[in-house]
C-alpha cells in the first residue's frame, strides 16, 4: 500500500496515489509479470520475497515524479497473525 504523505489536498493526494499505481503496473507489465486488480484493488504479481514489492513499490514512486517517504509512503498491513509461531514473528518466505 501507499500513503500520499506529502500530498497538500486531497485532490493532489488522489493524483499521487494514481500516478504511483500506473507507474507501478508499467514496471511489473515490462517485466512480464501479472498486472490485473485484485480484490483489494492492489497487485498480486509472484515476486521473490516481501523486500522485492516494497522495492517495486519505491521504483513506482520514484517513476511517478515523487520523493519516497516524502511525497508517497509504503503502509504495510502484513496479517501479522499468519506469520506468529511461537512467541515471534517468522518471515520464512522471505529468508
Do not use: Q
Request: charged share 20%.
Amino acid at each position: 500500500m501507499i500513503v500520499p504523505v506529502g500530498a497538500p489536498s486531497f485532490a493532489e493526494a488522489t493524483r499521487y496515489g494514481a500516478e504511483t499505481c500506473a507507474a507501478l503496473r508499467t514496471i511489473l507489465h515490462d517485466r512480464g509479470m501479472a498486472t490485473s486488480i485484485g480484490d483489494e484493488r492492489g497487485f498480486a504479481p509472484a515476486l521473490p520475497s516481501n523486500e522485492a514489492a516494497c522495492d517495486a513499490t519505491i521504483e513506482a514512486v520514484k517513476e511517478a515524479g515523487f520523493r519516497p517517504g516524502s511525497d508517497v509512503a509504503i503502509a504495510l498491513d502484513p496479517a501479522a497473525s499468519s506469520i506468529w509461531n511461537e512467541g515471534g514473528y517468522e518471515l520464512t518466505r522471505s529468508g
